[in-house]
């Protein structure tokens, strides 16, 4: 990605945080109103697929009941793992628009140096660009 190395906390560290986490809402009472979804923020945590799914295993077969979201790179989901994130409880699992690149940084800059659009008027001058 960045070229820098990736550093995974262990599978068993994050199954822990997550019980930690059902345990406290399981305690709370439920006429006190809580946001009962937890997001995993970690824009890698599909990057290792294999990984992905392993989590979404454990999730699974230690019965961990917990409404989750998380980050995915949609270029590494496959129907097995989308498969096993439903099946360890993720509701919601979001998506980051990237950008599409060209050979030519040069070319690129071009499209991010030019003046913004008026409002109201449409993307034609990167669609132009694109199209190249």
Not at 29 to 43: E, F, G, S, Y
Not at 71 to 83: G, P, T
Request: overall charge negative; charged content about 25%; some cysteine.
């Amino acid at each position: 990605m960045s070229r820098h190395r990736i550093r995974y906390h262990s599978i068993d560290r994050g199954i822990a945080e997550l019980k930690t986490i059902q345990t406290a809402l399981e305690a709370k009472p439920p006429d006190i109103p809580l946001h009962r979804v937890v997001t995993i923020h970690d824009d890698a945590f599909t990057l290792n697929v294999p990984r992905a799914k392993e989590i979404c295993r454990r999730i699974i077969s230690e019965g961990i009941n917990l409404q989750l979201s998380c980050l995915c790179r949609a270029d590494n989901l496959d129907e097995e793992l989308i498969e096993l994130l439903q099946q360890a409880g993720f509701l919601e699992i979001t998506f980051g628009l990237e950008s599409a690149r060209t050979p030519g940084s040069a070319e690129y800059q071009e499209v991010s140096t030019q003046k913004p659009l008026p409002s109201g008027e449409d993307y034609a001058p990167k669609s132009v660009f694109f199209r190249k």
